[in-house]
């Protein structure tokens, strides 16, 4: 009986933390100067920047989700998602979320580090749901 009622309780932690984060309220919004000048910079002048946005960061202190789509020649427009260390206009460290962001800036992808960032962030998946509108 001890260990069905530990379990129960575990089981409502659980859903309880699930219900919490599920509430996360997740506003795109405009990126700053800064943080589209530094994609740009890690992109080249090659693949120009043609939609950006960005989302704060729900469980990075100081940091965004920035998505650009940006165009690659004979390929058509790409999204690339990044986590943008700092303010939106003082950005710092510059880390790949997706594939496309790593394949052309050449940025490091974010699951290789500690930021545990991915695709699977809610922050990342509106950025990808605005870059579509």
Same mark, same amino acid.
Request: with cysteine; glycine share 8%; hydrophobic share 50%.
């Given at each position: 009986?001890? +260990? ?5 309780? @575990?089981?409502?932690?659980? &859903? $309880? ?8 309220? @997740?506003?795109?919004?405009?990126? #700053? %100067?800064?943080?589209?000048?530094? &994609? ?8 120009? &920047?043609?939609? &950006?946005? =960005? ?8 940091? /965004? /989700? %920035? ?6 020649? *004979? %390929? *058509?427009?790409?999204? #690339? %998602?990044?986590?943008? *260390? *700092?303010?939106?206009?003082?950005? #710092?460290?510059?880390?790949? +979320? ?5 394949? /052309?800036? #050449?940025?490091?992808? =974010? ?5 545990? $960032? ?5 922050? $990342?998946?509106?950025?990808?749901? $605005?870059?579509?509108?």
């Amino acid at each position: 009986m001890h +260990i069905r009622k530990r379990s129960m309780i @575990i089981c409502a932690a659980v &859903i $309880a933390v699930a219900v919490v984060v599920s509430a996360q309220t @997740i506003t795109v919004e405009a990126a #700053g %100067v800064a943080q589209r000048n530094l &994609i740009q910079v890690a992109l080249g002048q090659q693949y120009p &920047i043609t939609k &950006i946005a =960005a989302v704060k960061s729900g469980k990075h202190s100081s940091a /965004y /989700y %920035v998505g650009a789509m940006f165009r690659v020649a *004979g %390929v *058509g427009d790409v999204q #690339g %998602v990044w986590l943008v *260390g *700092g303010a939106k206009e003082q950005p #710092g460290t510059l880390l790949s +979320i997706n594939e496309p962001a790593h394949q /052309y800036s #050449g940025m490091r992808l =974010a699951k290789e580090t500690k930021a545990a $960032a991915s695709m699977e962030d809610p922050e $990342a998946k509106a950025l990808l749901i $605005a870059l579509d509108r």
